[in-house]
């Protein structure tokens, strides 16, 4: 069954420095999205991306996030600076069309130290 | 903005109990998703959901677009089940392109 893939599962990282976190959709999907789930709250939209540009985005995706999809099957996210407060478990979602059921990767547990 | 709010916020039954959890949520929507999260974080998609009801395997999901209300049942729970039960929505605008709003889920653990 298609599946939506996400590396690294886990990643440490110093405050301040650059993290990309990559994900690989299901190849037929057209739209992505990335969302962050800090310890203990609730999941956070960040931001949707379709036909190679930003959809929608939450104002939790400031100047230091960008997305990208740099060939056919990657989506990425970066932070470029990151903070104490970056530290949560980031999920990447796709969907065939817009409105259709989204399909989740496991996460990348970031910790920021 | 959209309000979701779930109940109960943790769930403690016996194997083979029938439950219910419960979801509301203040501002139309185009959807209506519940999903699973187990303890190592991973979401997994149950249902979608905008009208009526929906059965897959053991468990119901029922909408009721009046009433700005889902709910979610799980028949002969099994400890297999234990898991947070989340129910997230999408509203109108974008096209889709807008995220989904979530609830603070359902913390549910089914004892032998």
């Known amino acids: 069954e298609p599946e939506v893939t996400q590396t690294p599962s886990h990643q440490v990282t110093q405050m301040g420095q650059e993290v990309i976190l990559r994900c690989v959709p299901i190849s037929n999907h057209l739209y992505f999205y990335w969302y962050r789930q800090i310890l203990g709250q609730k999941v956070e939209f960040l931001v949707s991306f379709y036909n190679n540009e930003i959809s929608e985005k939450s104002e939790i995706f400031d100047d230091q996030f960008s997305v990208e999809r740099p060939d056919g099957s990657n989506f990425t996210l970066k932070i470029r600076s990151t903070k104490l407060e970056d530290s949560a478990m980031y999920f990447c979602a796709s969907s065939e069309q817009g409105l259709t059921e989204a399909f989740f990767g496991q996460g990348t547990r970031l910790t920021v130290v | 903005k959209n309000e979701v709010e779930q109940s109960p916020q943790n769930l403690t039954a016996q194997e083979g109990e029938f439950i219910t959890i419960n979801c509301s949520y203040s501002?139309?929507?185009?959807?209506l998703h519940w999903l699973q999260q187990h303890p190592g974080g991973g979401i997994v998609s149950l249902f979608m959901l905008s009208s009526g009801k929906k059965k897959h395997g053991r468990l119901i999901a029922t909408i009721n677009i009046q009433e700005k209300h889902s709910s979610l049942h799980i028949t002969a729970s099994h400890p297999r089940d234990s898991a947070v039960y989340i129910c997230?929505?999408?509203?109108?605008?974008?096209?889709?392109?807008?995220?989904?709003?979530f609830g603070k889920g359902t913390h549910l653990i089914i004892q032998p």
């Open positions: 997230a929505v999408r509203g109108y605008s974008g096209g889709g392109a807008d995220g989904l709003t």
């Open positions: 501002v139309g929507i185009s959807a």
